[in-house]
């Protein structure tokens, strides 16, 4: 027997030298980039000396195995670092989840119990209906007895039937009671919580000693997405912008009570330069199309959205109709209508794609409730070959690097401990502790609040839509590090609407849709003596003239941009004459009319243009 005991303590202990020696871990810091996330995690361990080997476990399973760092580690070396993955270690469930899954047993163990009883009613009211017979040719019954009979069955039949009414409406109600906490369930549950994953660590260590190591790693599943509102109390007030960061993270590991830094890099772009080489010209024959030059998207997948709206144009701003719009990564999508219009709803992707013959496809992240894109025209149109950009990610260590010049504020704000401008990123430190956990829920978190000055102006095309918009037209706006992102508009008390910070744009301005301002009406007419079409030799000759009324009912004057066009061709048998724009700015190369408007409280103002144009008779234009 004491044989069979030693034998079992020596394979524990191998089975424990060959396992390592598990050891908690703490989350205490978390860097939150647009896409992934680093964690910084301490751990008290007592070493011996010799090799020891040391199991940090219950992580995340989507854990960079190329970006781990170790620290702390004083005159002890590393002789190895893995990450592996515990298919036998489970997530424990959050005390609120734990809660619901014991509330979805109790309703569905009720709804089952009713059902039964539901059943036992069914099968006796099967029973009165096979048994209604109350005589025989053996038996004689007496006539109270048949009145007994059909009184007991008259009234049992109605105790079932009302008997059978309650239960099914208590089993409606645990039924929508059901379907609320799955939907709930579904919201907090960790979708990766049946895989756990662990960094085994192999330490030489010289003398028995306690190390405080600090461990930092790249996760993916988590980022965070900017979203601003924008308030203005009137059109003679600056903007008031708050600058939000909406935070998640399915890593599969909850952070609880961490600091937290959101910075705006992305450790999963590619960091290598390219190298540009000579070209040499030679014969194509046949599937030849010129490579487009890549770049970073700087647009991030925003999960909340649900359903995505919008228009497509292509880069002359013209609406393309037709255009196939994916989900990537399902059978989900839709085609443009005759304005360019579209609306998809949201399954599982996270990014749109969009295709049109003889244009260059583009793949965007689904990043607002309002995506409006331009397609840039493929003048090879040749055969289809789909070429795909391949990114990589820099392999090694991964640390956030900053100038010595960069500027630091301390007590940015009342959220924001400091912001600090790196080279490449911006960082915000927030001072409060946080708690996000690993589920479908959203944490946003202030990190801006600013005034912009803004110059405002009123803008129509009413060739293409009879409603006037209010503009903000914003100048220095690159000082605020904005990104591109998704805005609530608020105007003069109201919420107006969605719009999108879009500060990739190469201008010097920022200029954003405040939305349709109601109190300036516009109409657009023909007019009748410009409605004639007549013949000239072998050419038709067709007349147009346009008369464009604003009434400004506001108290106060505004500044209104009204904008139309006139047909620019691209034929030599197409010709445009007796172009008359009256007093507007015209542009012979776009075909633009512009006019830039002050318009006095309750005053009206009129506008016209004419043209004329020649083609040949036996020819049609889309005029």
């Known amino acids: ?18 396992t390592g020696k598990k050891e908690q871990s703490t989350i205490e810091e978390v860097t939150v980039y647009l896409n992934g996330a680093q964690i910084k995690r301490t751990a008290s361990i007592d070493l011996i000396p010799g090799t020891n080997e040391i199991v940090l476990h219950d992580l995340s399973p989507g854990i960079d195995e190329n970006s781990i760092q170790v620290s702390g580690l004083k005159n002890t070396s590393i002789l190895s670092i893995n990450f592996n993955i515990d298919y036998l270690e489970k997530k424990k469930d959050s005390e609120e989840l734990e809660s619901l899954r014991n509330q979805l047993e109790t309703s569905l163990l009720k709804k089952n119990t009713l059902q039964n009883i539901l059943a036992g009613l069914s099968q ?12 025989s040719d053996n038996v004689e019954l007496s006539l109270e007895k048949v009145k007994l009979i059909s009184t007991y069955y008259r009234e049992r039949s109605v105790e079932i039937q009302n008997e059978t009414y309650r239960i099914t409406h208590q089993i409606n109600e645990l039924e929508d009671q059901i379907t609320s906490i799955s939907q709930e369930i579904d919201k907090l549950d960790d979708q990766t919580k049946e895989q756990r994953g662990e960094i085994k660590l192999k330490l030489d260590a010289p003398i028995a000693t306690n190390l405080i190591l600090e461990i930092r790693y790249n996760v993916a599943n988590a980022g965070w997405f900017p979203i601003y509102d924008i308030k203005s109390k009137d059109s003679q007030t600056p903007l008031n912008v708050a600058y939000k960061a909406n935070v998640y993270q399915h890593t599969g590991t909850d952070w609880k009570n961490v600091k937290v830094t959101l910075s705006t890099g992305d450790p999963n772009t590619n960091n290598i330069k390219p190298s540009l080489n000579t070209k040499y010209l030679n014969f194509t024959y046949g599937n030849y199309r010129k490579a487009r030059a890549t770049k970073r998207n700087a647009y991030q997948y925003n999960p909340t959205i649900r359903r995505v709206t919008g228009i497509v144009r292509d880069d002359q701003g013209r609406p393309l109709p037709g255009v196939n719009i994916i989900e990537k990564g399902t059978n989900n999508g839709v085609t443009t209508d005759f304005d360019g219009q579209y609306t998809i709803n949201i399954q599982s992707g996270n990014e749109l794609s969009y295709s049109y013959v003889g244009f260059y496809n583009e793949s965007i992240p689904i990043h607002s409730a309002l995506m409006n894109v331009k397609l840039k025209e493929d003048s090879s149109v040749l055969d289809e070959v789909v070429i795909r950009g391949y990114s990589s990610s820099l392999r090694g260590k991964v640390a956030g690097i900053f100038a010595n010049n960069k500027k630091e504020k301390e ?13 490449t990123n911006t960082k915000f430190k927030i001072k409060k502790k ?70 990739l744009a190469t201008t010097d301005s920022l200029t954003i849709s405040l939305g349709v301002d109601p109190n300036i009406i516009i109409k657009r007419e023909q007019l009748d003596n410009f409605k004639s ?7 038709r000759i067709v007349n147009r003239g346009y008369k464009i009324s604003i009434k400004n009912n506001k108290q106060n004057k505004v500044f209104v941009t009204l904008q139309d066009r006139i047909p620019v061709s691209q034929n ?18 776009t075909g633009i009319i512009t006019w830039k408007l002050d318009i006095s409280s309750n005053k009206k103002v009129e506008k016209q243009f004419f043209y004329q144009v020649k083609y040949p008779r036996k020819q049609r234009i889309n005029l």
Not at 9 to 16: P, Y
């Open 1 to 18: 027997m004491r044989i069979y005991t030693l034998l079992l303590l020596m394979l524990s202990i191998i089975a424990s030298a060959n």
């Open 124 to 135: 006796e009211k099967k029973v009165l209906d096979n048994n209604q017979r109350i005589s």
């Open 411 to 423: 007590d940015y704000n009342q959220v924001v401990e400091t912001k600090e401008e790196g080279l």
């Open 434 to 503: 946080y708690s996000i956990d690993s589920n479908n829920d959203i944490t946003i978190i202030e990190i801006d609040k600013f005034d912009m000055k803004a110059d405002y102006r009123h803008y129509v095309a009413p060739e293409l839509n009879e409603n006037v918009f209010l503009t903000a037209k914003l100048g220095n706006w690159e000082q605020f590090n904005l990104l591109a992102g998704e805005a609530n508009i608020y105007f003069e008390g109201s919420y107006a609407g969605k719009t999108n910070i879009d500060p």
């Open 533 to 539: 079409k007549s013949f000239t030799g072998s050419n």
């Open 572 to 589: 030599k048998e197409i010709k445009l004459d007796e172009i008359n724009t009256t007093d507007a700015e015209y542009n012979d190369k």
